[in-house]
């Protein structure tokens, strides 16, 4: 799948967004999280906060995390982050 800037920036934005909404419903910190997907978890606060902009990689890293559980599955298939059929 090949997606324009325009859309990689719009899926991040998203995702930036939820960000909060998704770790809640896996309850799990900042910390947690920046193990899971390899950055720091200063990394992960300056996204939430608006502070830094998340890369395409990191993107990608946090769609594959929370990709793996059923209930954050639903809810990046939800905000049109990920294609149902992508796991």
């Known amino acids: 799948m090949n997606i324009s800037e325009e859309g990689r920036a719009e899926k991040i ?3 930036t967004e939820e960000l ?8 799990i910190s900042q910390a947690d999280l920046a193990r899971a997907i390899g950055v720091s978890r200063q990394t992960c606060s300056l996204i939430e906060t608006g502070k830094q902009q998340m890369t395409w990689v990191t993107f990608m890293a946090m769609v594959a995390f929370f990709g793996e559980n059923s209930k954050t599955r639903a809810a990046l298939v939800a905000l049109n982050i990920l294609e149902n059929k992508a796991f």
């Open 13 to 15: 934005n998203r995702l």
């Open 20 to 27: 909060p909404v998704l770790r809640a419903m896996l309850r």
